[in-house]
């Protein structure tokens, strides 16, 4: 079990450039999230799958934001003309199919640092 | 909503003190309740958890009882350590219907700050 890994972990970036972050989940883990945490908050959900199909976004993914998770294994983030309140913690968690009644926990990546400058 | 209050921070304590974090929430149905832990620049790690009430989660020397008549989930420590300054976030996963779409979406407190001196 390798965790859940995230590349980049830091990221300094333009205003105005787009920018991809990448997720690995836990292998079997069909449950992706992603979070945004801004310094002295909590993590915020930004957007969920199961498998390959995106079932929920929070309002807070303006329409410059966009989640894929293709073949239903890794995820990718991507955030287009980038703005300084971008700035934040980008988390990724995943977590087990219910059925095999594992553990509710969500587990998380180390998370990719965002800069716009 | 969900939602999850912490107390206010940050919490300065001596080594060998003891802790406790207060922590309340506000949910529809049955949630799982979580304590997760944060060291600088990393994401969270899992402290513990429960699942129904009455459960005790416990990890490393914490502890937390799931109060469903006072809606909370106070974290506890009987004697801390240097190396248990992080940040400390209570969060809660909606109870929503097994597999449905916001089942296992965590809801969290702002987060504590703790600094534990020698």
């Known amino acids: 079990d390798t965790g859940v890994s995230q590349n980049p972990r830091h990221k300094i970036t333009k205003r105005g450039q787009n920018v991809t972050f990448r997720c690995d989940p836990i292998?079997?883990?069909?449950?992706l999230y992603w979070y945004r945490q801004t310094l002295g908050q909590g993590p915020e959900f930004l957007t969920y799958?199961?498998?390959?199909?995106?079932?929920?976004k929070s309002r807070l993914l303006s329409d410059r934001f966009s989640a894929e998770r293709p073949k239903g294994s890794f995820s990718t983030l991507e955030i287009q003309r980038t703005e300084q309140g971008d700035s934040a913690m980008y988390l990724c968690?995943?977590?087990?199919?219910?059925?095999?009644?594992?553990?509710?926990?969500?587990?998380f990546g180390q998370g990719t640092r965002l800069t716009v400058v | 909503g969900d939602s999850v209050t912490q107390m206010e921070g940050p919490v300065t304590l001596s080594e060998e003190a003891f802790l406790t974090i207060n922590c309340t929430y506000t949910a529809t149905g049955y949630p799982s309740l979580f304590w997760y832990v944060q060291y600088p620049g990393e994401g969270l790690q899992l402290l513990l958890k429960?699942?129904?009430?009455?459960d005790k989660g416990s990890n490393k020397g914490f502890e937390a009882t799931y109060r469903k008549e006072t809606t909370s989930f106070h974290l506890e420590k009987g004697s801390v350590q240097v190396s248990d300054s992080a940040v400390y976030f209570c969060?809660?996963?909606?109870?929503?219907?097994?597999?449905?779409?916001?089942?296992?979406?965590?809801?969290f407190g702002q987060g504590t700050i703790l600094t534990v001196h020698p």
């Open positions: 968690a995943s977590r087990a199919p219910t059925f095999r009644q594992s553990g509710p926990e969500a587990f």
């Open positions: 292998s079997e883990h069909n449950r």
């Open positions: 969060a809660l996963a909606g109870g929503g219907i097994a597999g449905g779409t916001s089942y296992g979406k965590l809801t």
């Open positions: 429960a699942t129904k009430a009455d």
């Open positions: 799958f199961q498998n390959e199909a995106q079932l929920e």
